[in-house]
């Protein structure tokens, strides 16, 4: 009984294969009969699909280029839903197959179904993309980020066309980052800060570290707006956004470094109106300056801009106190000599302040405990500094607790 069992099993296993073998030249002549309707061919593509045979990308770039070929036929509405339909059968089929010959077919169809023309749902637009990548289709790679960057300026306040531009910007990221191409990069960044959906930003923003990873060169190029950026798009969102975005990347040090230099650049350069836009500017330069104390200082400039920003606070009506204690903060910790002789020079400007009479108001008393403790942080080995700090230390003009706060930097500098 065992045994008879066991041949059944195999005289079906036997005919399945050959069944397969020989309908596939059947399904494909029935497929393309010139008295078919698009319906007709969608039943045809439906019952492949659902059979589950493998091995068949031949039949799916065949059944699309003659898709193509009598899309021109399309009239009702049935022969409309039937090709939606078809078309994402064999962009899907094509896609599993990862069959790479049909990669110029497969981007007529993306243009077929291009949400730029309005009765285009989007998701046929979708799968032909992703399907572009799964075929490794790179020399429509061009294209795609072209039409990213359209897509990401296509203003999307009605839903349906937020549903339509939403379902395209799946199929380019997906596709991008398969391909785990550099130009890439740009247009999801876009993508991932854009006026999109939650999860479409965080697919964009998955995606990114697959398209390179150490992104300094694009990020500095943002940020300094020498790209092409969406209309609409607050510049110093951006500016703040690619700072973030590079943080996330494990880049090296020295890269860090750079884009932490040319977004305080930003911060003082950008121009900007408005108690708004002048305190999101403040607190990009904050994240600024926390990314160079962490990493470093990549140039001069970055001296110049931490001048500007102790410089610019302590004498504003209105300082940032913040900004301020995270620059000294910075300069404690890159500990190099300009670094320390910024310190020692605004000390001396607060011991200065003080002979001409008392602290003003608290927060001079607050920027003067700062740069003691910073001086005193910053490992310095300045006869200068040593003298700054003892002359403080035995000044009368100060309380025992300000006179105690240079104590304790000269210990912690060993002096």
Sequence with gaps: MKQKVLSILLFFVVM????????????????MRPDSTFTDRLVILENVRNSGITGIGDFYH??????LLRASDIRTNEDRRAAETSARILAQGLGDEEHTAAAPELWQLVRMFDVV?????????????IALGQVNGREFLPQIVQRLDDLNT??????????????????CVNALETFGDPSGFRPVFFVAIGPYDPNIKAMASVALPNLLE???????????????????MDRIYIIHEA???????????ESMARVAAATLAAGWNYPATGAVNQGNLGNLRKSAIDAVRIYG??????????????????????????????????????????????????????????HSG?????????????????IGASGTSSVEARFLLTTIQRDSVYTYTEQSWAANALRELGF
């Design 16 to 31: 399945t294969v050959f069944a397969q073998n020989l309908n596939m030249e059947f399904v494909t002549r029935d497929y």
């Design 62 to 67: 065949e059944a699309l280029r003659f898709f």
């Design 117 to 129: 023309y309005g009765q285009n749902s989007g998701i046929e637009m979708q799968d032909a993309l």
């Design 154 to 171: 296509i203003p999307i306040g009605d839903v349906e066309t937020r549903r339509r531009t939403q379902r395209a910007v799946v199929g």
């Design 214 to 232: 150490d992104p300094a060169d694009i990020i500095i190029d943002i940020v300094q707006n020498r790209v092409i950026t969406p209309p609409g």
């Design 243 to 253: 700072l973030l975005e590079m943080l996330r990347t494990r880049a090296p040090d």
């Design 297 to 354: 200082a990549a140039d001069s400039s970055v001296y110049t801009n931490l001048r500007r920003s102790y410089t610019s606070n302590f004498n504003s009506v209105d300082p940032d106190l913040v900004e301020i204690q995270k620059t000294l903060h910075a300069l404690a910790v890159l500990g190099t000599d300009e670094a320390v002789g910024m310190l020692i020079e605004f000390l001396t400007q607060l011991h200065s302040r003080r």
């Design 358 to 374: 008392p602290w003003r108001n608290n927060f001079e008393r607050y920027i003067f405990e700062w740069a003691i403790l910073c």
